[in-house]
């Protein structure tokens, strides 16, 4: 019996071109959720369409892919327009997007953020919260799938930067209904180890896949941990509430390890110059004191200490001098002031001071007497008082008030009858 075999080549081929012929596959309009988005540094867009039960691998060309008025993410509901074909070298059909426009947010999407804006809300995300990773940690934790790329990035990258850093691997779930409560159990075991800094986190794949690691019970476990914790899920562009809440985030599971550790390279090349830093600084300060040392040993003051007393004595006897002639200038200016009291006219002259003394005592009196108000009244001048009181003003009296009148010899106590306001000759 005769079989003619054909290529998968030619029988790709042959499938695509049933797809392409088919009238209803030309033009298909369909509505779905973005899921492992992916733009092109060419432009163009790679995605996956899925709805609750199926997925479809979907491209959009850059030509096409400029005019949209927004820019796809996953978790974003779309309705798009396009054919359906097949990609050859793989023999999946996929559809070809011609159009593409926004209908609504995806569930998922939906429930990140509001989730995120709950624990935002809370705090645990804020930057003064954060745990310092150490820098030269003696034990790491590991809480991932215990097969799979990313354990077997982390330790391959852990053991090439810094080999005698030890790990621990707390192997645990990281995708399916059952992985958040188990990622926080072992989370929670890990706590229990003398461990310094605790690495989560999983290899890439799609938003259900990355799911576990949005769950409000891991994002608690996260920020609850005493252990410094450096999130590590996906790729570089997945973002997940355990990012955020973590100490530290890493894009990637490789990136994760580099965080965590340091390059043992780097850490020998630092002693190295350290040391040679401080061998040179040593043999600098050694060097200086030697010249220090030699310059006392050949200074005169050393091989001839008296020197130094002798300058010492001979400025002692410069202040002395200097000593003795002000304090002779302080005798002699007193004594010419002794020889000029001693000598002075008034000294000499005691009764001449007194004279002048008494002179003066005699004019102060004579003015006294001059100013004394009693004379006056002895030429036949009065004083009139009221209530006590000088009345030199002829209206502040008033008939029948009792007024006092002081005369040379005696007071004379009278009644008003009348007040006049001119002077009278012979009254």
């Known amino acids: 019996m005769n079989q003619e075999y054909i290529t998968i080549s030619e029988l790709n081929h042959y499938i695509k071109g049933v797809f392409d012929e088919d009238i209803f596959l030309r033009k298909v309009y369909i509505k779905g959720e973005i899921s492992n988005f992916k733009a092109h540094t060419r432009g163009h867009l790679y995605f996956t369409l899925k ?21 796809p993410e996953d978790g974003m509901k779309v309705l798009v327009c396009g054919k359906i074909s097949v990609y050859e070298p793989t023999g999946g059909y996929q559809v070809y997007v011609e159009s593409m426009e926004q209908d609504g947010l995806g569930n998922l999407y939906i429930e990140f953020e509001k989730l995120k804006k709950k624990l935002a809300s809370e705090g645990l995300f804020d930057q003064d919260k954060k745990k310092p990773i150490p820098k030269v940690p003696k034990k790491i934790g590991i809480v ?26 707390f192997p645990s ?27 989560v986190g999983r290899g890439g794949g799609s938003i259900e896949d990355l799911w576990p690691f949005n769950e409000e019970i891991v994002a608690r476990a996260i920020y609850e941990s005493k252990v ?42 630092y002693l190295e110059n350290a040391m040679k830093r401080s061998t ?5 300060y050694i060097d200086t004191r030697k010249q220090s040392l030699s310059s006392i040993l050949t200074s005169y003051i050393l091989k ?37 009291d001693i000598n002075s006219y008034v000294l000499t002259n005691p009764e001449i001071l007194y004279k002048f003394k008494n002179q003066q005592l ?12 009693m004379n006056t009244l002895k030429r036949g001048y009065a004083i009139v008082k009221l209530d006590k009181k000088v009345v030199s003003d002829i209206k502040k009296v008033k008939i029948d008030d009792i007024i006092n009148i002081d005369v040379d010899n005696g007071r004379i106590n009278a009644k008003v009858m009348e007040v006049s306001n001119g002077r009278e000759e012979g009254n």
């Open 51 to 71: 709805d609750e039960g199926s997925r479809l691998n979907a491209v959009m060309f850059s030509y096409q892919a400029s005019g949209l008025k927004f820019i």
């Open 144 to 169: 991932t799938a215990s097969t799979g790329a990313a354990i077997r990035d982390i330790l391959t990258t852990i053991k090439r930067r810094f080999p005698i850093c030890e790990t621990i691997l």
């Open 173 to 199: 779930l990281v995708q399916g209904a059952d992985a958040a409560s188990d990622i926080v159990k072992k989370i929670k075991l890990a706590n229990t180890y003398d461990i310094d800094t605790l690495i």
């Open 228 to 269: 410094p914790v450096i999130s590590a899920v996906g790729h570089e562009i997945d973002f997940t509430i355990a990012d955020f809440v973590a100490d530290l985030r890493a894009p990637t599971p490789t990136a994760a390890a580099e965080l965590a550790v340091p390059n043992i390279e780097t850490i020998n090349t």
């Open 280 to 284: 040179l600084s040593i043999n600098n």
């Open 304 to 340: 001839k200490p008296t020197a130094m007393y002798e300058i010492k004595e001979q400025n002692l006897d410069y202040l002395i001098d200097r000593l003795n002639k002000i304090i002779k200038v302080c005798l002699d200016n007193n004594r010419v002031r002794l020889y000029k």
């Open 362 to 373: 005699e004019h102060i009196i004579n003015k006294l007497e001059v100013l004394n108000p």
